[in-house]
């Protein structure tokens, strides 16, 4: 076998060995990875755009407590995912935490199934109000099993989209070009999978109840299982690298002591790292020294009190490798932070987004009527609609205008989607104040909502797989779980926010019985809700450009330097 057909990345076949380009990874392996994303999405979007109804109707929850509890759980599921991270790179590796999780995911949605299915664990049915509570048993069962989806979700998200880019070697010109493309079709299946939850499945939790609407999802699930596993033998494999957090930990506590001892930075020849080809970190490449946070470099300093046995506690002597694995994550932590915002804002479109379009005209010619669950596809379509047109048709022309190879840079691509979702609530708030101030709302078409439904779709593409983009090519080798996992916290981050944004509206303008956001729409003020969030992506669009003009990669470089870079490396090439 030459050498030239075998992967650079350290991944291996199922039997273990060095991986083949000619029999695995690539576009052989990925189509199993992207089928297993649009069923598990599809199970994820059936649950969240029919939960805020379901516990309204069926658990007898007011809308502001359901919406609020519905976007806790979005943010769970997400802010799980650093625990699925820590897991996947210390114990697990990618692969098996996936199907591990994907499991627990299949427990939980036959609970939810169940709470849907049998008398017994729901409230008795609501003739006139006020609606009965339901008991502390039945809202415990219904909690565990939202709580089991949230853990799957947790352990499978941060692990699906590294999974998928391990597949191409980035050290391979032709791969890493495919590995970006992956990354669009990814996102293209996560809105397939939400296409066919919130139209499909919401039609048949429509017609047949919730137990159908549930259960499909739930059978579904299962099946997205079985299609992971079939791809067995095609994947490349990442064995697990030890716990990042560990790593980042013993970083600072040596740097610390150090700094205490007296310990100086004079020259990067004091800077401690191993002696062999590898770094001392399990299947990750070695990383140069740069000169950002130079503080943590007292972690890599040799001085006498760092003992002999050097290469195996960590706790006192740091190689630069290990020092710089923790500077390149500090690094994204302001990028990640200033994209929060479009979280808290997307997190409307399966609260009240939805609750706008259930009081308005869903009719769509004579018969039949749009279920209030399925508005969402506005967003959807757009997504599918405009990832190929971008990967084809824009890409080829930014490409050509820029001289990156991407069109634009991960960091451009996200700020235009930032710039995007600030016309998006906007327009939330222009229509929700005709809506509201209507002779009869009912009359109004759902259709009005398009516009604020699509430019939220338009943000997300950008920024998503942007983010996705970032997220993986600033990781370390050891670091790639978790940085996805990083990037995915944010949405529930965003999620919670959203909710403490509503509770603070809520308090400070009457409550639910006098305030901007009652249990009915047509009183509340919801319009100046999506003012307020204009302001704050606004606020962070500007913050975002302050902290992307400054970013410095891991080549020490420049957002803009990395296009130059780039540029060069492809005219040459």
Same mark, same amino acid.
């Given at each position: 076998?030459?050498?030239?057909?075998?992967?650079?990345?350290?991944?291996v076949?199922f039997?273990?060995?060095?991986?083949?380009?000619?029999?695995?990874?690539g576009?052989?392996?990925?189509?199993?990875?992207?089928?297993?994303?649009?069923?598990?999405? /599809?199970?994820?979007?059936?649950?969240?755009?029919?939960?805020?109804?379901?516990?309204v109707?069926?658990?007898?929850?007011?809308?502001?407590?359901?919406?609020?509890?519905?976007?806790?759980?979005?943010?769970?599921?997400?802010?799980?995912t650093?625990?699925?991270?820590?897991?996947?790179d210390?114990?697990?590796?990618?692969?098996?935490?996936?199907?591990?999780?994907?499991?627990?995911y !299949?427990?939980?949605?036959?609970?939810?199934?169940?709470?849907?299915?049998?008398?017994?664990?729901?409230?008795?049915?609501?003739?006139?109000?006020?609606?009965?509570?339901?008991?502390?048993?039945?809202?415990?069962?219904?909690?565990?099993?939202?709580?089991?989806?949230?853990?799957?979700?947790?352990?499978?998200?941060?692990?699906?989209?590294?999974?998928?880019?391990?597949?191409?070697?980035?050290?391979?010109?032709?791969?890493?070009?495919?590995?970006?493309?992956?990354f669009?079709?990814?996102?293209?299946?996560?809105?397939?999978?939400?296409?066919l939850?919130i139209?499909?499945?919401?039609y048949v939790?429509?017609?047949k109840?919730?137990?159908?609407?549930?259960?499909?999802?739930?059978?579904?699930? !299962?099946?997205?299982?079985?299609?992971?596993?079939?791809?067995?033998?095609?994947?490349r494999?990442?064995?697990p690298?030890?716990?990042?957090?560990?790593?980042?930990? %013993?970083?600072?506590?040596?740097?610390?002591?150090?700094?205490?001892r007296?310990?100086?930075?004079?020259?990067?020849?004091q800077?401690?790292?191993?002696?062999? %080809?590898?770094?001392?970190?399990?299947?990750?490449?070695?990383?140069?020294?740069?000169?950002?946070?130079?503080?943590?470099?007292?972690?890599?300093?040799?001085?006498?009190?760092?003992?002999?046995?050097?290469?195996?506690?960590?706790?006192?002597l740091?190689?630069?490798t290990?020092?710089e694995e923790?500077?390149c994550?500090?690094?994204?932590?302001?990028?990640?932070?200033?994209?929060?915002?479009?979280?808290?804002?997307f997190?409307?479109?399966?609260?009240f987004?939805?609750?706008?379009?259930?009081l308005?005209?869903r009719?769509?010619g004579?018969?039949?009527?749009?279920?209030?669950?399925?508005?969402?596809?506005?967003?959807?379509?757009?997504?599918?609609?405009?990832?190929?047109?971008?990967e084809?048709?824009?890409?080829?022309?930014?490409?050509?205008?820029?001289?990156?190879?991407?069109?634009?840079?991960?960091?451009?691509?996200?700020?235009?989607?930032? !710039?995007v979702?600030?016309?998006?609530?906007?327009?939330?708030?222009?229509?929700?104040?005709?809506?509201?101030?209507?002779?009869?709302?009912?009359t109004?078409s759902?259709?009005?909502?398009?516009?604020?439904?699509?430019?939220?779709?338009?943000?997300?593409?950008?920024?998503y797989?942007?983010?996705l983009?970032?997220?993986y090519?600033?990781?370390?080798d050891?670091?790639?779980?978790l940085?996805?996992?990083?990037?995915l916290?944010?949405?529930?981050?965003?999620?919670?926010?959203?909710?403490?944004?509503?509770k603070?509206?809520e308090?400070?303008?009457?409550?639910?019985?006098?305030?901007?956001?009652?249990?009915?729409?047509?009183?509340s003020? /919801?319009?100046?809700?999506?003012?307020? /969030?204009m302001?704050?992506?606004?606020?962070?669009l500007?913050?975002?450009?302050?902290?992307a003009?400054?970013y410095?990669?891991?080549?020490?470089?420049?957002?803009?330097?990395?296009?130059?870079?780039?540029?060069?490396?492809?005219?040459?090439?």
């Amino acid at each position: 076998m030459s050498t030239m057909t075998l992967v650079s990345n350290g991944c291996v076949d199922f039997r273990g060995n060095i991986a083949d380009k000619r029999k695995t990874g690539g576009w052989k392996a990925s189509p199993f990875i992207i089928v297993n994303e649009v069923a598990e999405r /599809l199970a994820f979007f059936a649950v969240a755009v029919s939960m805020v109804l379901y516990l309204v109707t069926e658990m007898h929850q007011s809308l502001p407590n359901a919406a609020t509890h519905v976007t806790d759980w979005i943010g769970a599921a997400y802010v799980l995912t650093l625990l699925g991270a820590f897991i996947a790179d210390a114990y697990l590796g990618r692969f098996l935490t996936i199907i591990v999780f994907s499991f627990i995911y !299949f427990a939980g949605m036959v609970m939810l199934t169940l709470s849907a299915k049998l008398d017994s664990l729901r409230p008795p049915i609501c003739l006139k109000r006020p609606c009965p509570q339901a008991s502390t048993s039945q809202t415990a069962f219904l909690y565990t099993a939202l709580g089991l989806i949230a853990i799957g979700t947790g352990g499978i998200k941060p692990c699906v989209s590294s999974f998928g880019a391990d597949q191409f070697d980035e050290e391979d010109d032709r791969e890493v070009v495919k590995k970006y493309a992956f990354f669009n079709w990814f996102f293209f299946a996560i809105n397939m999978g939400a296409l066919l939850g919130i139209t499909l499945m919401v039609y048949v939790q429509q017609e047949k109840g919730f137990a159908w609407g549930f259960g499909v999802p739930t059978i579904t699930m !299962f099946m997205s299982i079985i299609i992971l596993l079939a791809g067995f033998s095609s994947y490349r494999y990442k064995k697990p690298m030890g716990s990042a957090f560990t790593r980042f930990v %013993q970083v600072m506590v040596v740097a610390v002591k150090n700094h205490f001892r007296g310990v100086q930075v004079v020259s990067d020849k004091q800077l401690y790292e191993v002696p062999t %080809q590898e770094s001392d970190i399990f299947g990750a490449r070695k990383l140069t020294h740069t000169p950002q946070y130079r503080f943590l470099d007292k972690a890599a300093v040799k001085h006498h009190e760092s003992g002999s046995s050097t290469t195996q506690n960590r706790w006192n002597l740091c190689t630069v490798t290990q020092v710089e694995e923790f500077k390149c994550f500090i690094r994204v932590l302001p990028i990640w932070a200033t994209t929060i915002a479009l979280s808290i804002s997307f997190a409307q479109l399966s609260t009240f987004f939805i609750s706008q379009a259930s009081l308005m005209d869903r009719k769509l010619g004579s018969s039949f009527v749009i279920p209030s669950g399925s508005v969402p596809v506005f967003s959807a379509v757009n997504a599918l609609i405009l990832v190929p047109i971008y990967e084809k048709i824009i890409v080829p022309v930014l490409r050509s205008k820029t001289g990156h190879r991407r069109g634009l840079t991960s960091l451009q691509r996200m700020g235009v989607g930032l !710039f995007v979702s600030i016309f998006a609530m906007a327009s939330a708030a222009v229509v929700e104040h005709k809506r509201r101030t209507h002779s009869d709302p009912k009359t109004l078409s759902v259709f009005w909502l398009f516009p604020q439904f699509f430019l939220m779709g338009t943000a997300e593409v950008f920024t998503y797989v942007g983010q996705l983009e970032f997220f993986y090519d600033e990781a370390t080798d050891g670091t790639r779980s978790l940085s996805s996992a990083i990037f995915l916290s944010e949405i529930g981050i965003g999620s919670w926010l959203s909710t403490a944004i509503v509770k603070i509206i809520e308090k400070a303008t009457g409550k639910e019985d006098k305030g901007w956001l009652r249990n009915d729409l047509n009183v509340s003020k /919801l319009d100046y809700l999506y003012w307020i /969030l204009m302001a704050i992506n606004a606020l962070n669009l500007v913050i975002y450009m302050w902290v992307a003009r400054r970013y410095k990669g891991r080549d020490g470089a420049s957002s803009i330097g990395s296009v130059r870079d780039e540029t060069i490396k492809d005219d040459q090439s």
